[in-house]
């Protein structure tokens, strides 16, 4: 079948310069940008927390724990004595695994964990690693750690969530 239509047959649907009645869209735009910059304003005031898995409860579902980035609070947690005490508990703690050494294995375990309210560490999970035993001995290493300073946000202690990364090098 052909159509006989010619472009002199199709209105144009735009409005008129002349036309100023005011339009379902040209009322409504207005009044949402104001919301998502009022949404927006509020949320700029709150740090940014991720969920990570705690486990699962005793019907059977997912549970989740919700805890702040470490670059968004306030104030970070820290290691009692700061980086450099970090470092060393590091190196007198590491015990490179007999396996991985005898192979030559070398390499960086890259881990998360949550510093709790309390500055106790829990949640560590290997986020990068390279060896079965040398991720070991990183959660290891990370779960004995002493209790840190925790990190604070709106004047409260608050879980959060770290990342750090354990090398092991012959």
Known sequence: MFNHLHMSDIQPKFASSEDKTPTMKTKIIPLFSSIILLILGCTNARAQTCRISAGVSGDGLQTYKEVFEYDF?????????????????????????????????????????????????????????????????????????????????????????????????K
């Open 73 to 169: 609070v306030e104030e970070k947690p820290s290691f009692p004595g700061g980086n450099e005490a970090l470092l060393d508990y590091i190196n007198k703690n590491r015990h490179y695994p007999a396996d991985a050494y005898a192979q030559g294995i070398e390499g960086r375990v890259t881990c998360s964990f949550v510093v709790n309210p309390d500055g106790n560490i829990s949640h560590i999970r290997v986020i990068k690693g390279c060896h079965k035993s040398l991720n070991m001995e990183a959660i290891r290493l990370l779960a004995g750690m002493p209790t840190w300073r925790p990190g604070r946000h709106s004047t409260r202690c608050v879980p959060v969530r770290v990342v750090h990364s354990i090398p092991f090098r």
